[in-house]
C-alpha cells in the first residue's frame, strides 16, 4: 500500500521544466524590461500622433508635400530640439532649467562681439567656443546653487532667468547688433548635400546624447539619480557630481542654439534672443514621454514632441487659426501629456 501510494504521488507531480516556466510566469517583470516596455509604447504613442499629423496635411494642407515646407518646419525646430535635449537631462534629474533662455542671450550676445572686433578666422572660432563656454558658466552657477546649496531647481534657475538677459543687455550696452558674416552665419544658413547644416548638427546630438543616456555610466546615474536621489547616494553614486553636469551640459546646449538663432537673423538682440524658449524645451520633454518628476530621459522622444509642438503650429497658422490659439492648444497638449505619463505609470 505505501509503495503504490508513493508511486501515485510521482505521477502527480508536474516536470521540472513546467515548474521553472511556471515559476517564471509568476514572478513581476525585471526593472529593466518594465522600462523598455514603457519606452516602446511611448515613443508608438508619439510616433503614431506625428504620422497622423503628417497625414492630416498631406490631404488638408496645400503645398504641404515640398522641398520648402520641410526646410521651414525643420529650421524652426532645431533651437527647441537643441535646447530639449539639455533639458531632458536636468528633467531626468528630478530638476528643471529656466533659464536656458537667458543662458541663450547671454551666448548670442557675445558672438558678434568677437567676430565683429576679431578679423579672421581667429574671431570666428572664438565666436563658437567662448560664448559656448560663457553658457556652460551659467549651469555650472545653476548646478552649484542645486548640489551645493541645496535650492531648489526652478528657484535656483529663476536667478538667471532674470538676471540673464540683464547681463546680456549690460554687455551689449541694450543696443541690436546687425551683421553679416556668412563663415560665422554657416551654422544656420550653411548647406550639405542640400539639407541645412544646422538640422544634420541637431539630427547629430540627437544620436549622440541619445547614446550617452543608454550606453555609458553617466546616463544610467543620471537615471538613478532622478529615480531614487537618496538611495543612489548611499550605492556611491556622485549624485552631485552627475546633476553639476547635467545643468552645465543644458546651458552649454543652449548657449549653441543661441548662436544657431542669431545666425538665423543675421542679428542679436538680448531682448529677443531665447525668448520663451524654456517653455518650448519643456514642453517638447514632456510631449516626448519624458516623466517631469526625473528618473526618465527619451531623447528621441524630445525630438518627435518638438515635432508635434512645430507641426501642430503649422497646420493651425496654415488653416488660418491665429497662432494665440495655438499657444492655448499647445498648453492642453501639454497637461495631456503629463496626464498620460500618470495614468502609465
Known amino acids: 500500500m505505501a509503495l503504490k501510494l508513493h508511486t501515485e504521488s510521482l505521477h502527480t507531480e508536474p516536470p521540472l521544466g513546467e515548474t521553472a516556466q511556471q515559476t517564471a510566469a509568476a514572478l513581476p517583470a525585471s526593472p529593466a524590461t518594465t522600462v523598455r516596455k514603457w519606452r516602446h509604447l511611448a515613443m508608438q504613442r ?22 520648402q515646407t520641410f526646410n521651414v518646419n525643420m529650421t524652426q525646430v532645431v533651437t527647441i530640439v537643441i535646447v530639449g535635449i539639455g533639458m531632458t537631462l536636468v528633467v531626468a534629474t528630478g530638476g528643471i532649467d529656466l533659464s536656458v533662455g537667458a543662458s541663450m542671450a547671454i551666448s548670442g550676445a557675445l558672438a558678434p562681439m568677437l567676430f565683429l572686433n576679431i578679423a579672421g578666422p581667429g574671431g570666428i572660432a572664438l565666436a563658437f567656443v567662448l560664448p559656448v563656454l560663457a553658457a556652460a558658466l551659467c549651469g555650472v552657477f545653476n548646478g552649484l546653487l542645486v548640489t551645493r546649496l541645496s535650492v531648489q531647481p526652478i528657484v535656483a534657475t529663476l536667478v538667471l532667468f532674470i538676471a540673464g538677459r540683464g547681463i546680456a543687455q549690460v554687455v551689449t550696452d541694450g543696443s541690436l547688433q546687425a551683421f553679416n558674416t556668412p563663415a560665422f552665419q554657416w551654422i544656420a544658413l550653411g548647406k550639405v548635400a542640400g539639407v541645412p547644416f544646422q538640422v ?63 545666425s538665423v537673423n543675421s542679428s542679436s538682440d538680448a531682448n529677443v534672443v531665447g525668448l520663451g524658449v524654456e517653455l518650448d524645451a519643456i514642453a517638447a520633454v514632456a510631449v516626448g514621454g519624458t ?15 518638438a515635432l508635434i509642438i512645430q507641426l ?34
Open 46 to 67: 508619439e510616433v503614431i500622433v506625428l504620422l497622423a499629423m503628417v497625414l492630416f496635411n498631406l490631404i488638408f494642407t496645400p503645398h504641404f508635400w515640398s522641398l
Open 200 to 262: 544634420l548638427l541637431m539630427l547629430a546630438l540627437v544620436v549622440l546624447f541619445a547614446w550617452v543616456v543608454r550606453k555609458t555610466l553617466f546616463g544610467q546615474y543620471l537615471l538613478i539619480t532622478g529615480g531614487n536621489e537618496k538611495a543612489a547616494y548611499l550605492c556611491g553614486v556622485p549624485t552631485a557630481t552627475v546633476k553639476l553636469i547635467a545643468y552645465t551640459l543644458c546651458a552649454a546646449l543652449a548657449g549653441l542654439a543661441g548662436l544657431i538663432s542669431i
Open 291 to 305: 516623466a517631469l518628476t526625473g528618473g526618465k530621459a527619451y531623447i528621441g522622444g524630445t525630438l518627435i514632441g
Open 312 to 345: 501642430l503650429r503649422y497646420t493651425l497658422l496654415a488653416h488660418g487659426i491665429p497662432d494665440a490659439a495655438a499657444l492655448v492648444v499647445k498648453a492642453a497638449i501639454i497637461v495631456a501629456a503629463v496626464y498620460v505619463q500618470r495614468r502609465s505609470r
